[in-house]
Nanobody
Framework: QIQFVESGGDLVQAGGSLRLSCTTS????????MSWYRQVPGKDREVVGY????????HYAVAVTGRFTISRDDAASTLYLEMNRLKPEDTATYYC??????????????????WGQGTQVTVSS
């Protein structure tokens, strides 16, 4: 059974930092590109960025470029999201998911497994 468990979300002041983690199981983590997404109630889930399985190349949404960094630990089947200089508009529930590199464009991956519960990030102004 494929599972994603996101953690690390918190309430933080604008300008602060957080590190999110996504522990996974049920699939070969090292063979998949891994993405971070976020969602605000009433809005569509949006891509934050992703990291490829081959080469560890990263791609980010314009809104987070230069502030967020995605990394992965294949041995631990864990994905990370380092978030710096947080803004109130970063407030959302953050999720991770996986897809094969082949199905990922320069902006996002097109497929996903069943979603985890996410982790809440709240940035106060």
């Amino acid at each position: 059974q494929i599972q994603f468990v996101e953690s690390g979300g918190d309430l933080v002041q604008a300008g602060g930092s957080l590190r999110l983690s996504c522990t996974t199981s049920g699939f070969t983590f090292s063979s998949y590109a891994m993405s971070w997404y976020r969602q605000v109630p009433g809005k569509d889930r949006e891509v934050v960025g992703y990291i490829t399985s081959v080469g560890g190349r990263t791609h980010y949404a314009v809104a987070v470029t230069g502030r967020f960094t995605i990394s992965r630990d294949d041995a631990a089947s864990t994905l990370y999201l380092e978030m710096n200089r947080l803004k109130p508009e970063d407030t959302a529930t953050y999720y991770c998911n996986g897809d094969l590199d082949y199905y990922c464009s320069t902006t996002k991956c097109s497929r996903f497994f069943t979603w985890g519960q996410g982790t809440q990030v709240t940035v106060s102004s």
